[in-house]
Structures are given as C-alpha cells and as structure tokens.
C-alpha cells in the first residue's frame, strides 16, 4: 500500500513543519519584511544599520518577554538574531541592487507602516517562544525540530541564498532561549 502524501499546495498552506514550525514561519515572514526595510532606504542614503532603533526594540522585546514569564535577556538575544539576520538581508539586496540597477525597486514602501508590521511580528514571535518552551527546553529535540522546520521553510517559502543565509542567522539562539 502506498503512502499517501499531501499535494505541494496543500503543504504551503499548512507552513513549515514540526513542532518549531510556525515560529520559523514568523521568522521566515520578518526576514521578507526586511526586503520593504531595504526598498525603503535604498538610495535615500539612509543608513542600514540604526543603533538607537535596535536597543529600542530590544528594551520593548525585554519588557514583553518579562511579562509573558521568558528570560529578558535570553528574549532580547534571539532578537538580535532577527536584527542582525534583517541587515544580512538588507546588505545583500543593496549589493544586489547595485550592481543591477534594473532590479531595484522602483516605489519606496513607508517605514512608518514597516514598523508597525515589525511590531506585530515582535508580539507574536514572543508568543510562539511562549509557546515552544517546551521543546525548546532539550538542546536534542530542538535542534531536530529546528532543522525540520528550517528545512520546510526553504522549500515552502522557496527562499534564495541570501534568504537562507539570513534564516540560519535568524534561529541562531532558538535551541539556546531559555524559558525564564
């Protein structure tokens, strides 16, 4: 007897596999917000890096991790991860862009909208670290679930080298945020 297998489409509906799944798919959606990042400061001169930013939003990601019972500091690493893994992209697509003009975007996305989707994003990436303490508590079984979903999001989201550098950057501290 066969094994029967879900249609591609009906898999990328579901998002990216195991029991870290959707807290990769939450990674996978922050890294795409990253390319509106880029587009945004592409040619305005704007700087990619944003230091004041970045120590704001992870003074605000270490209030909402006390609050919901994650370690602060812990919570605020694994953003950092998100930082850095943001400006891996954004450096890659200004390269990109640079040498083929023709690629590069031709309307500048609002920063002021990117942030608030940042912001959604930040509250439901904490969620999802709420939500996997569990797993994430064995070094073993985070690694094999971090790998299956890591593994799914590439194909699912058909992400490119850049992309797939900037995920392995991204979940850097997944296995390692302990949960108070």
Do not use: Y
Not at 22 to 39: F, H, M, N, S, W
Not at 51 to 56: C, D, G, L, S, V
Not at 91 to 97: D, I, K, M, Q, S
Not at 163 to 172: D, F, K, P, T
């Amino acid at each position: 007897m066969a094994a029967e297998f879900p249609a591609p489409a009906a898999l990328a509906a579901s998002g990216s596999l195991g029991r870290l799944g959707a807290l990769t798919d939450l990674v996978v959606e922050r890294l795409r917000v990253g390319d509106d990042v880029a587009a945004a400061k592409f040619g305005t001169g704007s700087p990619i890096d944003d230091p004041a930013r970045e120590e704001q939003v992870l003074n605000q990601v270490r209030e909402q991790a006390s609050a919901l019972g994650l370690a602060p500091d812990a919570a605020a690493a694994f953003f950092r991860d998100q930082i850095t893994a943001s400006k891996v992209v954004q450096r890659g697509l200004f390269a990109r862009w640079t040498a083929h003009p023709g690629q590069a975007p031709t309307t500048r996305p609002d920063l002021g909208e990117i942030r608030t989707q940042l912001d959604r994003l930040t509250t439901e990436l904490l969620a999802q670290l709420k939500a996997t303490v569990d797993v994430r508590a064995g070094r073993i079984p985070c690694t094999v679930q971090l790998k299956l979903a890591n593994g799914s999001a590439v194909v699912l989201d058909r992400l490119d080298a850049l992309h797939r550098q900037a995920l392995g950057i991204a979940v850097h501290s997944v296995c390692a945020v302990s949960p108070a």
